[in-house]
């Protein structure tokens, strides 16, 4: 027993460590790993690497993973800190807690929200990591709804959208009206397209104060939804 149990903590250790080193690749070369390339850099012949990861898209599951679960995390922790009351200032420090986790990874934020790397599908067991921070954004319009503070806008949904709006919101927050529903990932989608142009460059030497900008838009976008 207890020799497994020292096997079991080297083997969480070498692969802490390969995750590690990988995420410097991340930083450097992009979402184009090599799995020879981070054996080389750990003093491993390529082969030995295969003991942990079965391939780069295993190796790569096991960041996008851990990068969801840090940002959704962070998110959470943000909205959790307020009161439920302040539909507004969850809003803003959900959205803040976001940039800020991008801002610190950004080689990881790319990993998440950048192009799509070549040849990569991502497995089922992402998906649930990856709703997290859109299920605290939804989450605080939900309670808006219970609580009163937040009407529901007109619904003016075409027909498809309402549809498929319905079927995420059964999964999630059952009887949330779609048009809320609407607003809400509206939201979401604005959020890391700001976050995006900030971290892509898009905002370079066009807007050089970024935290009042980002302050402001994410100001615009608790108004369209209805924040009081």
């Not at 590690?20 to 390529?46: E, F, I, K, Q």
Request: contains cysteine.
């Amino acid at each position: 027993m207890v020799a497994h149990s020292l096997r079991a903590r080297v083997r969480a250790g070498m692969i802490d460590e390969i995750k590690a080193v990988a995420r410097r690749h991340l930083a450097t070369d992009g979402a184009n790993l090599s799995l020879r390339a981070v054996a080389r850099d750990m003093g491993m012949v390529s082969s030995a690497i295969y003991r942990y990861f079965s391939s780069r898209d295993d190796l790569l599951t096991a960041l996008i993973l851990e990068a969801y679960e840090a940002l959704g995390a962070a998110v959470e922790a943000a909205d959790a800190a307020l009161d439920r009351r302040d539909l507004r200032g969850r809003w803003h420090a959900a959205c803040r807690a976001a940039r800020a986790w991008a801002l610190a990874h950004p080689a990881e934020y790319a990993l998440l929200y950048g192009s799509p790397v070549p040849g990569y599908a991502a497995p089922e067991d992402t998906v649930r990591p990856a709703q997290r921070p859109p299920v605290v954004l939804v989450g605080i319009l939900n309670d808006g709804l219970a609580s009163g503070q937040l009407t529901p806008p007109d619904d003016d949904l075409p027909e498809p959208v309402r549809a498929d709006l319905a079927e995420i919101a059964a999964g999630f927050f059952p009887g949330l009206p779609e048009a809320v529903l609407a607003r809400g990932m509206a939201g979401w989608t604005q959020l890391f397209g700001l976050i995006s142009f900030e971290l892509f460059g898009r905002l370079n030497r066009s807007v050089p104060h970024r935290d009042e900008y980002f302050d402001h838009q994410t100001g615009l976008m608790a108004d369209l939804i209805g924040l009081p």
